[in-house]
């Protein structure tokens, strides 16, 4: 297990690398600005090569001090009380509740709260890959962020918040009130029918009110218009939203209904 970070000397330039459904975002960014470049991976089978040719040929691993920041999409996570910090405890709830097809790599980071650790696994040739490309390097987890987002937008508006990430086969929910986070869990969907099925069950079950929750939903393998569609008749307040390439507002709103 290990934490995710590295210290290293600052540098005017920095690259954000995004897992999308069908390959990678990429944002470089420069004193002048940012670049940003997208690479479809078409099968599982074309990474890491195509991903290692692609940073190689705009000679991004050649820079000295680059700082790099990988986005990751984990499709196991999960959120521990703060006074569980033993690694092979942790480990040991990840074999127990997950099945593996090889070895994975764990880790853990404090969630801004401070009362809470999130914890995501990655097999541990990719984490092995990108490590060998980038020295200085930092991997989060975009379900690490959408929590700690999710907590601290709940706070500002002083009601329930609900987030919902729809990327590739997942659902990630994250639900918190106003102090605390409630709920964050991953689905597995296999028709466009098992969204509303999971996500208004969870609004049951936490007794939650759909005329006052704001839920905002992050399509990335979803039409939007069919997820205002669905949701519309339930969710009084929904929300559609981007992924960024930022970690501490990974967000951004485009449309309010």
Not at 156 to 180: C, E, R, W
Request: aromatic share 14%; net charge negative; with cysteine.
């Amino acid at each position: 297990m290990q934490e995710s970070g590295n210290k290293s000397q600052i540098s005017l330039h920095s690259l954000s690398i995004r897992t999308v459904p069908d390959g990678f975002s990429f944002c470089f960014f420069t004193a002048k600005g940012f670049i940003l470049k997208n690479l479809k991976i078409p099968t599982k089978f074309d990474f890491p090569e195509r991903f290692e040719n692609f940073v190689q040929s705009r000679g991004w691993t050649e820079k000295e001090n680059l700082q790099v920041t990988i986005i990751d999409f984990a499709d196991h996570f999960m959120v521990l009380p703060e006074k569980i910090t033993d690694e092979e405890q942790i480990r040991t709830f990840f074999d127990f509740q997950f099945q593996h097809d090889e070895a994975n790599q764990i880790f853990t980071v404090p969630m801004n709260n401070r009362k809470l650790l999130f914890s995501w696994e990655i097999p541990d040739s990719r984490n092995q890959h990108f490590k060998k490309l980038f020295p200085h390097l930092t991997i989060l987890s975009s379900a690490y962020l959408l929590a700690n987002w999710t907590i601290r937008e709940a706070s500002n508006s002083q009601k329930p918040y609900l987030v919902a990430h729809l990327f590739g086969k997942y659902m990630h929910i994250f639900v918190a009130d106003t102090q605390n986070l409630l709920f964050a869990n991953s689905f597995k969907i296999k028709t466009i029918q098992e969204i509303p099925y999971f996500l208004l069950r969870c609004i049951d079950q936490l007794s939650l009110n759909p005329l006052q929750t704001r839920c905002t939903f992050c399509c990335e393998s979803v039409s939007e218009q069919n997820i205002t569609d669905i949701f519309k008749p339930y969710i009084k307040n929904i929300e559609l939203a981007t992924f960024t390439h930022q970690a501490e507002d990974p967000l951004h709103i485009t449309d309010i209904n």
